[in-house]
């Protein structure tokens, strides 16, 4: 039997580790305690701050700063050119915030001149295996977002929001504060705050009261809230004046308050309701 190769040693320069393999453009800006390894790619317009870890065949491209402790798994690219036929090849960019963890075979794709011109991820998200953030996409702080859900450009989603497995969003889509989207549902219309929504197409199911629980909402508050939820889906009348009585009914409640600024902020989707 052949003797099995020596492994490759991983030279440290400054802080940084970087296995031979791997492909670092001398343009690229590496903080302290940065490991690169094998079969890595790195460009001429990438920041990658202390402590990020790209594990193996990653590849980070474009105008794009990695934050401070991310991981980024294998086969995952970050900062690659939009999907978008109207790019020209303008220098947007692509941010990803602080211990952000980036699973296996997902593509964050970097903005567009005719966008905001920059995807951004938050701090302290978890993107699993085979999901995609399109274009110009801007996503909160701790959001969630499962196995293979895929999202169109120019979506929002909300910090504490989970996005199950196999989710659909539409481009400009909004998805509010610790929402929920249920597994394989197709969203065409913004969620609310603290909203459920699941289906295809999907429909507003109620609150994400489990989500409430896990962010620390106390009873009272997830109470007035399904009160709310009542007044706004469930009562008769058309929608406008169920949104006048909620304004005037939880009149100085601070969590009634977001999700009436979430409703009445401009949108190019318009709202999911219940059925």
């Given at each position: 039997m052949d003797a099995l190769p020596e492994p490759m040693t991983m030279p440290k320069t400054a802080g940084v580790m970087i296995h031979p393999t791997a492909i670092i453009h001398p343009g690229a800006e590496l903080g302290h305690d940065v490991f690169i390894g094998p079969f890595c790619t790195v460009g001429a317009d990438v920041v990658i701050e202390d402590g990020a870890r790209l594990v193996s065949h990653v590849v980070v491209d474009g105008h794009t700063r990695i934050g401070e402790g991310v991981e980024l798994f294998p086969f995952c690219t970050v900062g690659l050119a939009p999907q978008d036929l109207k790019?020209?090849?303008?220098?947007?960019?692509?941010?990803?915030?602080?211990?952000?963890?980036?699973?296996?075979?997902?593509?964050?794709?970097?903005?567009?001149?005719t966008g905001v011109g920059t995807t951004?991820?938050?701090?302290?998200?978890?993107?699993?295996?085979?999901?995609?953030?399109?274009?110009?996409?801007?996503?909160?702080?701790?959001?969630?977002?499962?196995?293979?859900?895929?999202?169109?450009?120019?979506?929002?989603?909300?910090?504490?929001?989970?996005?199950?497995?196999?989710?659909?969003?539409?481009?400009?889509?909004?998805?509010?504060?610790?929402?929920?989207?249920?597994?394989?549902?197709?969203?065409?219309g913004d969620v609310?705050?603290?909203?459920?929504?699941?289906?295809?197409?999907?429909?507003?199911?109620?609150?994400?009261?489990?989500?409430?629980?896990?962010?620390?909402?106390?009873?009272?508050?997830?109470?007035?809230?399904?009160?709310?939820?009542?007044?706004l889906f469930s009562d008769e009348g058309?929608?406008?004046?169920?949104?006048?009585?909620?304004?005037?009914?939880?009149?100085?409640?601070?969590?009634?308050?977001?999700?009436?600024?979430?409703?009445d902020a401009p949108s190019h989707r318009g709202l999911i309701r219940a059925e």
């Open positions: 790019y020209r090849g303008e220098p947007t960019r692509c941010e990803v915030g602080a211990r952000t963890q980036i699973r296996e075979h997902c593509t964050i794709h970097r903005g567009t001149a951004r991820v938050g701090t302290d998200c978890m993107i699993m295996a085979v999901a995609h953030v399109a274009h110009d996409c801007q996503l909160g702080n701790h959001v969630i977002i499962a196995n293979n859900a895929v999202m169109g450009g120019h979506v929002r989603i909300g910090d504490h929001a989970v996005i199950g497995g196999a989710a659909a969003i539409h481009q400009f889509v909004r998805v509010g504060r610790a929402a929920m989207i249920g597994g394989v549902s197709g969203v065409e609310i705050p603290f909203g459920s929504v699941i289906g295809n197409r999907a429909r507003l199911a109620g609150l994400n009261v489990i989500g409430l629980k896990r962010r620390g909402f106390d009873k009272t508050q997830i109470l007035r809230l399904h009160g709310a939820f009542r007044t058309v929608f406008a004046q169920r949104l006048e009585k909620a304004r005037a009914q939880y009149a100085g409640d601070a969590l009634m308050a977001e999700i009436l600024a979430f409703i």
